[in-house]
């Protein structure tokens, strides 16, 4: 299974915009980039995910570099809702279907 | 709203005894999964299952079997339960198309005495 890297931590200010980055230079053709979070005491939940091109929705956006080997999710303003732990995994159904999850990345919002 | 249901927010079992952890799902999901969840190891994919009765192991199988009976209910036994199975135990299902999300459970912390 391809691996992304994440930073372990990151922080924020309320109200500025975030940017959670991850590698994943083995990617192949066919793994579709997720992005889940993890609040304090939940199970994860699904943000977005993307193939090749950037992809927005309510929660988030989605940056994919060109050459796919890297990708941003774009919080637009951080809340104090939005500290937890942000997951970037690689899906595919080349051989069977199943999130691999990372270490992640713990996000701090600061009033 | 869809739901992943988990029978218990908190299980206290004792070493040797056996243990079901229970996951229904209200949305007609084809996959679904079991993780737990370990401070310092994040998430391991134990069992999943992509139909009625089919199952196939995940990352960390050992000490644990499952049940697909039905769609929408996916149970995870601990045949001996034993104090290193103690953990947070994470219920997920998805519809076969990648282009869906997984939904999680809200977890079952389970300690074993």
């Known amino acids: 299974d391809a691996k992304t890297t994440q930073p372990n931590s990151m922080e924020s200010n309320e109200e500025e915009p975030v940017h959670l980055p991850c590698n994943h230079s083995?990617?192949?053709?066919?793994?579709?980039i997720h992005w889940y979070r993890q609040l304090p005491s939940q199970g994860p939940e699904y943000v977005i995910h993307?193939?090749?091109s950037n992809v927005n929705n309510r929660m988030a956006s989605l940056a994919i570099a060109e050459d796919r080997k890297s990708s941003t999710l774009i919080l637009h303003r951080a809340t104090l809702r939005d500290a937890a732990v942000y997951y970037c995994?690689?899906?595919?159904?080349?051989?069977?279907?199943?999130?691999?999850f990372g270490t992640g990345t713990r996000l701090q919002v600061f009033p | 709203d869809v739901k992943v249901t988990q029978s218990s927010r908190y299980l206290v079992k004792r070493t040797g005894e056996k243990v079901f952890l229970e996951c229904v799902q209200d949305?007609?999901?084809?996959?679904m999964f079991w993780y737990r969840q370990d401070p310092g190891l994040g998430l391991r994919l134990i069992y999943f299952?992509?139909?009625?009765?089919?199952?196939e192991k995940g990352d960390i199988p050992e000490g644990y079997s499952v049940s697909r009976e039905k769609k929408e209910r996916f149970s995870l036994i601990l045949e001996s339960a034993s104090t290193n199975q103690t953990s947070m135990y994470l219920c997920?299902?998805?519809?076969?198309?990648?282009?869906?999300?997984?939904?999680f459970g809200s977890g079952t912390r389970l300690t074993v005495v």
């Open positions: 997920a299902s998805s519809p076969r198309q990648i282009r869906y999300g997984y939904t």
């Open positions: 083995t990617i192949s053709g066919t793994d579709y």
């Open positions: 995994i690689l899906r595919s159904t080349y051989n069977t279907d199943k999130l691999i």
């Open positions: 993307g193939l090749t």
């Open positions: 949305m007609d999901h084809e996959n």
């Open positions: 299952s992509y139909d009625v009765k089919m199952k």
